[in-house]
Every structure is written in structure tokens, then in C-alpha cells.
């Protein structure tokens, strides 16, 4: 198997603004579940069931569980983002190789800011619920949620394909 070349690939305008607003969001939730956390109830939704409905209630101390994991899904992603080099491609040749890693770097970003704006939604969702504001996570939560990042998936792999 041939090495692939490693090239310097800066970050696009778009995944610094994807970036920035996922920090913002993240960051806003965060203190919205700090600001409220005295407030909240003993026990508070643990899981949610794929109708988006409450199947298991746990202690509010495990909402804190969907930072720490946000957190350890974003330092990585954004590490990994500037070693486009090693990830895997279907078609890599040496006149798209550039095009090639932009799109592959970009595709881990919309990922990453996509996954961690999930965790930032469940986070919210759940101080609701908790409150008594709203049921659960909705009906559309879940084929949404698929549709967003497999959606992503497909439109660059086939971006990919092209290249």
C-alpha cells in the first residue's frame, strides 16, 4: 500500500464558522445547565426511546455526562481534521489529492459539529423534560437526527466519488 503525501490543508471559511458556532451553542447549554442545576429535580430523563419518550430516569448528576462526552468527541475530531493524509479514500489520485483532502477534512468537521450539537440538544432537552417544559426528545427527533448525518455522509461521499 502506497503512503498517501501529507499536505498542509487549511481549515475552510465554512468549517470556521460551523466550528464557532458549535462552541457557542455547546458553550451556551453548558451554562444553561450550570444556571439550572439547583433547580432541577432529583431525577431527570436517563435515556429516550426511539419515539423520543423517556424510558429510563436517572439522577440529575448524569446530565453532566453529555458535556464530558461532547468534549471527548470534539478534541479528537478536531486533531484528526488536520491529518487528512491518513484517512481512507476510494479514489485518490495524484491530480485530486488536494480536492480529495478538503473534502474529506470538511466531512469529519460537519460530523464533529454535528454530533456535539447533538449532545448539545439532548443537554437542553433534558433540562426541559426534567422541568416539565416539554415530553420528551418529539417524534422527529430520531428519523431527523439519521436523516442530518447519514444525509452528510452520503453527500460527501459522493462529493468524494466525483472528485
Known sequence: MK??????????????????????????????????????????????????????????????????????????????????????YLNLREDNIEAQYRNGQLMLNVLKNESVLLFSFLIFQGIRVATGAAEGLGDLFLPVFLAVIFGSMIIFMIRMLRL
Open 3 to 88: 503512503k498517501q503525501p501529507a499536505i498542509k490543508i487549511p481549515k475552510s471559511l465554512f468549517a470556521k464558522f460551523m466550528d464557532w458556532l458549535t462552541i457557542l451553542v455547546f458553550a451556551a447549554v453548558v451554562i444553561y445547565l450550570i444556571t439550572q442545576f439547583s433547580a432541577l429535580p432529583d431525577r431527570v430523563p436517563g435515556h429516550y426511546n426511539g419515539e423520543g419518550n423517556v424510558d429510563r430516569w436517572g439522577s440529575k448528576m448524569e446530565l453532566w455526562i453529555l458535556p464530558v462526552i461532547g468534549i471527548l468527541l470534539w478534541i479528537p475530531m478536531t486533531v484528526l481534521e488536520r491529518y487528512p493524509h491518513t484517512f481512507n
